[in-house]
């Protein structure tokens, strides 16, 4: 009798967010929220996007990597649906809302979340002789200015992870200086510290391949 393997692998969604030049700081983070939320999300793209759909810059970016799904913040939704459309066929596009980003575990797409990746690590024994990374799990002020900076390079975190994944924490200050973050994230990556979104890419890498 011959015997067949079959190799299946999983993928998350590729998504796109169209985030209006003239987007606001709240705007900007609940874009950076979304990402932070889904597996695979550092990957995602983020464009800035004329909100009333005259970008063909944008379509280009959006014809050449094809998400399966787009989503808009701060944009003209019926005219951008249209340029999606002919750009790359989406599966689905819509306003991205912050009551949708809230309860992504209820979407109707069925989302890859952090919570699956945090969920597998707890029940995945911990394999001896491999070392554990540290996990660096970073706060910012609301008043600083950077903290959408913040936001882009660590993630944003759930607010109660509690102690499902031991973590070390860190707070960036109101007064911290483009010159400190830089010094932060060359601290983090030169100790081979892991990120919350380097946590929720968990078993991703950077290649990309055209069977996507």
């Known amino acids: 009798m011959t015997q067949r ?12 967010v169209l985030l209006a030049k003239n987007a606001s700081q709240d705007d900007v983070l609940l874009s950076l929220k979304f990402l932070s939320s889904l597996w695979g999300g ?11 759909g005259d970008d063909p810059l944008t379509c280009f970016r959006l014809s050449q990597s094809r998400p399966d799904l ?13 340029r999606a459309r002919e750009a790359c066929q989406p599966r689905g596009f819509g ?9 992504l575990h ?3 797409e069925e989302h890859v979340t952090a919570a699956h990746v945090i969920h597998h690590l707890r029940r995945t024994p911990f394999v001896a002789g491999r070392p554990e990374r540290t996990l660096r799990i970073f706060d910012c002020d609301p008043k600083s200015p950077l903290r959408p900076f913040v936001a882009a390079i660590f993630g944003m975190h ?3 992870l509690g102690s499902a ?7 960036f200050p109101e007064t911290g200086s483009p010159s400190d973050l830089i010094a932060l994230h060359t601290d983090v990556t030169s100790k081979y510290h892991r990120t919350w979104l380097d946590l ?3 078993g991703l890498t950077v290649v990309s391949h055209k069977s996507w």
């Open 200 to 202: 929720a890419s968990h």
């Open 5 to 16: 393997i079959l190799s299946v692998r999983v993928r998350p969604f590729r998504v796109a």
């Open 42 to 52: 550092r990957y995602c793209q983020l464009l800035a996007a004329e909100p009333g």
């Open 70 to 82: 787009v989503y808009g913040i701060g944009i003209d939704h019926a005219a951008w649906h249209e």
């Open 95 to 103: 306003p991205l809302e912050s009551k949708y980003v809230e309860n």
């Open 106 to 108: 209820d979407s109707t």
């Open 165 to 171: 994944i031991p973590n070390a924490g860190g707070w």
């Open 158 to 160: 759930y607010e109660n």
